[in-house]
């Protein structure tokens, strides 16, 4: 079985150029256009699913590698750390954020990856859901008894899924 590869799918740097762009900094083989080479109906008689999914990770990986450059770059943030369940056997994902964090930042910027990564998804919206519930309720979370009440408001509730 063959491994899958976005480039059979994606429009890179080295296809339109033939090779990299070096004046801007663009290697040959990084993503000109996710999807670029199916455009035409014909395009797509060959194409294996497994490149698609290649593709569509290596998109939205390097879509959340910009955003968190373009925050970290707003907030003055050197490392980022990125966490949750999408990264837990997802070393394909990591590669990609990691490469994108380098190639925004020019290598100002680091991303981290943290072991046990999957439960700082948690962690975080429990952070989230108290800032929210203290707003809302200032001294509620005084004592242990208020704060499990609170957790059974169904606004509270809704406010979780929304983390």
């Known amino acids: ?13 080295g296809d339109i150029y033939g090779t990299g762009y ?3 900094g663009l290697s040959a083989d990084t993503v000109a256009a996710s999807l670029g080479k199916i455009s035409k109906p014909s395009d797509r008689e060959n194409i294996r699913p497994a490149d698609l999914a290649r593709s569509f990770l290596v998109t939205v990986a390097n ?7 373009n ?5 003055q943030i050197d490392r980022i750390a990125f966490v949750g369940n ?11 954020l990691a490469h994108a964090m380098d190639f925004w930042s020019k290598g100002t910027k680091k991303g981290l990856f ?19 519930t203290q707003a809302q309720n200032p001294g509620s979370l005084d004592n242990a008894d208020q ?11 809704v406010k979780i899924d929304k983390c």
């Open 1 to 13: 079985m063959q491994p899958c590869d976005n480039r059979n799918v994606d429009k890179l740097v």
């Open 22 to 24: 070096d004046s801007i």
């Open 63 to 69: 879509n959340i590698g910009s955003i968190a450059f």
């Open 71 to 75: 925050v970290a770059k707003q907030h």
């Open 86 to 96: 999408f990264l837990r056997v997802n070393p394909v994902a990591a590669r990609h």
């Open 114 to 132: 943290l072991v046990h990564e999957g439960y700082f998804g948690a962690v975080g919206c429990l952070d989230k859901f108290a800032d929210v």
């Open 147 to 157: 704060a499990n009440q609170s957790l059974s408001s169904p606004n509270d509730i």
